[in-house]
Every structure is written in C-alpha cells, then in structure tokens.
Nanobody, 127 residues
C-alpha cells in the first residue's frame, strides 16, 4: 500500500484560496493515479478530482471545475489540490487517495477504484 499524509487545510473566507498537499511513501508514487475526495458533515464522501500517473490528464467534479486544480510532482512524491474562489459549500474534510492498481492508464473517479487513503485535512470556508 501507499501511505498518504495530507496537509494544508484550514479556515479561509469565501472567495479565498488554499492549497492542499498529499505526501506519499511506501511504493513508487509515479505508478499510481491519484484522487481527491471530500466529505462534509452528514454527507457521503464525494469525488473532487483525479490525476493520471504522469500528471498529463486530470478530471474534475462539475462542482469544482474551473476553481480547483490538481497537479503532482513525482520527484517529490506529492500531489496537490489548488482551491480558488472557495465557497461555503466547499467546507469538508478532504482526502487524497491512490489508485488501487499500479500502472493504470486512466484517472479513476470512484471510491472503489482507490486502495490507499490519507487521514484527511479539514477545510472550512466562512461566508
């Protein structure tokens, strides 16, 4: 398994920005597509974004497209989520996750596609 640790969460005003980081260890990071999910209180965990192994391809949930950007630095074993124009409805615990399959060619979007998860980082957007 890949071990994942998120950081960068916090409290921000609506319209502001945050950048989340997710540091990976334990396996060859570049072998795994990565994803971001979030879970708000009382709601199910939902897909936010994913990125292919090389970083060439990304995919976003409709609710964040145009505001959030995911990227990765395989030399640093880190994936990022840049969040701009934040809204109160973005408030949630954010999780990064690694594809359960090494060497996958796409960018997974379903919870079941991911085999390793971080502990989550809280993002709170005040209106």
């Amino acid at each position: 398994q890949v071990q994942l640790v998120e950081s960068g969460g916090g409290l921000v005003q609506a319209g502001g920005s945050l950048r989340l980081s997710c540091a990976a260890s334990g396996r060859t990071f570049s072998n795994y597509a990565m994803g971001w999910f979030r879970q708000a209180p009382g709601k199910e965990r939902e897909f936010v974004a994913s990125i292919s192994r090389t970083g060439r391809n990304t995919y976003y949930a409709v609710s964040v497209k145009g505001r959030f950007t995911t990227s990765r630095d395989n030399a640093k074993n880190t994936v990022y989520l840049q969040m701009n124009s934040l809204k109160s409805e973005d408030t949630a615990v954010y999780y990064c996750a690694a594809d359960r399959r090494a060497g996958g060619m796409g960018y997974p979007t379903e919870i079941a596609d991911f085999g390793s998860w971080g502990q989550g980082t809280q993002v709170t957007v005040s209106s």
